[in-house]
């Protein structure tokens, strides 16, 4: 649990991050995105299918500057450092949920399948303290769980300002470049064992990986791609409830370890 609640400091830095980092992100960085599948999108007006999203801890700040006030919510770990990171998700207007999917997080296991009913989920599945860019099995259980499909992005910047924490924490550079790719929608099949589960873990980490070297790459090059959105601030409520199943748009979608019926 959590023994107290925020410092003033912890809630200034939310404040103020909620206002200075969209506004860096849109007009200081040249800031763009591409999808493999583009029903993802949180800020299309038509989006309505939730997912877990999952990118790496090092790219908390390209993430929250570019998801606010976007029906989501955010894991945050009961770390001593989640407080900062909580305080800034919360003042742009996203859920958050502390816990752990593993370790003791009944609590926030049940929050998260609550909230799935009405918002998409981020989770840093190497976090709070690494190894750096190993995934936890925390997402694949979730997503097995809940039945809801995880969307792995692949984040790179040109020449970023690294600092001295165990995942190597990246901000971007003023007038630098900095690509983000969403990978496909990823389903597991709730009938896959433990060995399956694992090898499920083991793809994931590893397109996380592939999509994080090609946005690097896109990053450094500068050359186009198929599809690719600059960064705009978009706006829509924190909540979305459906009434009535929803029209099914086309899109792509992987299914891991589908077993065939008897």
Sequence with gaps: ??????????????KVSALVVPTLMENLVDFRLAYYDRTVELGRPIFNEHVIFVFWH??????????????LTVLISQHRDGEWVSQVAESMGMKVVRG????????????????S????????PDG????????????????????????????GMENPKRLNTWDEFA???????CRAIFGPK?????????QELE???VNVQNLINDLGKRAEDWSLNNYGLVGERPFARVGRRNRLVFDKAPEKPQSRTVVIGKRSAA
């Design 199 to 201: 090898a499920t873990r």
């Design 128 to 155: 709070p303290t690494g190894p750096r860019r190993e995934m936890a099995m925390g997402p694949i259980y979730l997503a097995k769980m809940l039945q809801i499909p995880i969307v792995p992005i692949g984040i």
């Design 100 to 115: 752990s999917t593993t370790r003791g997080g009944s609590g926030a296991i049940r929050q998260l399948k609550r909230n």
């Design 186 to 194: 990823i389903r597991i099949d709730r009938r896959l064992g433990r």
């Design 1 to 14: 649990m959590i023994e107290q609640g925020p410092t003033i400091a912890q809630k200034l830095v939310g």
């Design 117 to 124: 009913a009405f918002t998409s989920i981020a989770i840093t």
């Design 58 to 71: 090092e790219y908390i700040s390209v993430a929250l500057g570019y998801w606010g006030h976007l029906p």
């Design 171 to 177: 901000l971007p550079r003023p007038f630098s470049k």
